[in-house]
């Protein structure tokens, strides 16, 4: 009788709750402005309370997605972002952990409410490759679903996505791709070698500008892109915390999972590093992400950021999946809300 009861209960708070929940915008109520959403936070090192690397970018009315790891959507629908605002997805550089999700975005953008166009995929050299390879890996998986659904709800010729590669010139480093509108969109090169081409990515629009590292080891060309600022948003690797996990690696005999470790130092910037580039570039505040190794106790936040506030005196932050950054027009401050909500 109890549990008849209680289903009951549950069916109908269900029932009620749901098209609010279906219909709900939390992009709608922010102010004009800048706002970044970190839709993933984490990198490939299995962590439950990060996942693949993924920031969604609200310039006005204007939707952009930056990179997608496996897990983006899935982690988009449990913030409420409306697929179909997307405009286009930038990439930064073509490792798994920043692609393995394209494809289930962008299923999620066409099948949305009043969608009409293809999903435009901007990146640097190797773009073409990748989405071209995504767009025939998924031909039949789209086929299916305009034979089941119909052509008015899953056009076919809309399933496939745009590419739309660029290259900035030999010689320079960072090129203008979006300048309209009031918004202006830069990529600039970093280093993540030996992964060439990696971009990452300037966003100024309503006074406010904020920076995305993509990955890289301390870059001038980051900190030179990164001038004024009001957020950077930067990658982040704790290497004593890492040395463990490779020493542990070692003791348990997987020695291949020890070396993979050992190599991932030389290409992705400390806590530290992250901070000297804000404090040279003067921004106003910094997130840490894409956050190696993974931080199962709080405590360890500590020992993961060292003395990375010492080395920069403005708000910082370790992200998290769900992190809201909003940077309003004729502010000058960062404010930190979550689209996640958090249990006590």
Same mark, same amino acid.
């Given at each position: *009788?109890?549990?008849?009861?209680?289903?009951?209960?549950?069916?109908?708070?269900?029932?009620?709750q749901l098209p609010k929940i279906m219909a709900g915008d939390p992009l709608s109520d922010l102010p004009d402005g800048l706002h970044v959403a970190i839709v993933g936070s984490g990198s490939p090192l299995p962590d439950p309370k990060r996942g693949n690397p993924c920031a969604a970018v609200l310039a006005g009315d204007r939707l952009f997605i930056v990179?997608?790891? !496996?897990?983006?959507? @899935?982690? *988009?629908?449990? +913030?409420?972002?409306?697929?179909?605002?997307?405009?286009? *997805?930038? &990439?930064?550089?073509?490792?798994?952990?920043?692609? =393995?999700?394209?494809?289930?975005?962008?299923?999620?953008?066409?099948?949305?409410?009043?969608?009409?166009?293809? +999903?435009?995929?901007?990146?640097?050299?190797?773009?073409?490759?990748?989405?071209?390879?995504?767009?025939?890996?998924?031909? /039949?998986?789209? %086929? #299916?679903?305009?034979?089941?659904? =119909? @052509?008015?709800?899953?056009?076919?010729?809309?399933?496939? +996505?745009?590419? !739309?590669?660029?290259?900035?010139?030999?010689?320079?480093?960072?090129?203008?791709?979006?300048?309209?509108?009031?918004?202006?969109?830069?990529?600039?090169?970093?280093?993540?070698?030996?992964?060439?081409?990696?971009?990452?990515?300037?966003?100024?629009?309503?006074?406010?500008? &904020?920076?995305?590292?993509?990955?890289?080891? #301390?870059?001038?060309?980051?900190?030179?892109?990164?001038?004024?600022?009001?957020? &950077?948003?930067?990658?982040? /690797? %704790?290497? @004593?915390?890492?040395? +463990?996990? !490779?020493? $542990?690696?070692? @003791? $348990?005999?997987?020695?291949?999972?020890?070396?993979?470790? $050992?190599?991932?130092?030389?290409?992705?910037?400390?806590?530290?590093?992250?901070?000297?580039?804000?404090?040279?570039?003067?921004?106003?505040?910094?997130?840490?992400?894409?956050?190696?190794?993974?931080?199962?106790?709080?405590?360890?936040?500590?020992?993961?950021?060292?003395?990375?506030?010492?080395?920069?005196?403005?708000?910082?932050?370790?992200?998290?999946?769900?992190?809201?950054?909003?940077?309003?027009?004729?502010?000058?401050?960062? !404010?930190?809300?979550? /689209?996640?909500?958090?249990?006590?």
């Open positions: *009788m109890f549990n008849s009861l209680r289903s009951r209960i549950a069916l109908a708070l269900v029932k009620k990179d997608a790891g !496996e897990g983006s959507s @899935e982690t *988009m629908n449990r +913030m409420r972002l409306d697929p179909g605002r997307i405009e286009a *997805m930038l &990439l930064t550089h073509f490792h798994s952990d920043h692609i =393995g999700g394209i494809s289930s975005v962008n299923l999620q953008r066409w099948i949305a409410e009043d969608t009409t166009t293809s +999903m435009r995929v901007l990146g640097p050299p190797g773009v073409d490759r990748v989405i071209n390879g995504l767009n025939e890996a998924y031909a /039949l998986d789209g %086929g #299916y679903r305009t034979a089941h659904h =119909g @052509e008015a709800i899953a056009p076919s010729a809309n399933y496939p +996505m745009t590419v !739309e590669p660029f290259a900035i010139p030999a010689g320079e480093e960072s090129l203008v791709l979006i300048d309209d509108g009031g918004l202006k969109v830069t990529a600039f090169t970093v280093d993540h070698t030996p992964i060439e081409p990696a971009v990452g990515f300037r966003f100024d629009y309503a006074g406010r500008s &904020l920076v995305i590292s993509g990955d890289t080891v #301390y870059s001038p060309s980051l900190v030179r892109a990164s001038r004024g600022a009001d957020l &950077l948003v930067h990658d982040a /690797l %704790g290497r @004593e915390l890492l040395k +463990m996990v !490779e020493d $542990a690696a070692g @003791e $348990a005999g997987l020695k291949a999972r020890q070396q993979i470790m $050992a190599d991932v130092w030389d290409y992705h910037a400390t806590p530290q590093d992250a901070a000297d580039s804000a404090t040279e570039a003067g921004v106003g505040a910094l997130a840490l992400t894409h956050i190696v190794p993974p931080l199962p106790l709080k405590g360890l936040e500590g020992p993961f950021l060292g003395d990375t506030r010492e080395r920069f005196d403005g708000p910082l932050w370790l992200a998290e999946d769900g992190d809201l950054y909003s940077l309003p027009r004729g502010g000058t401050g960062v !404010e930190r809300g979550n /689209l996640i909500p958090r249990r006590g």
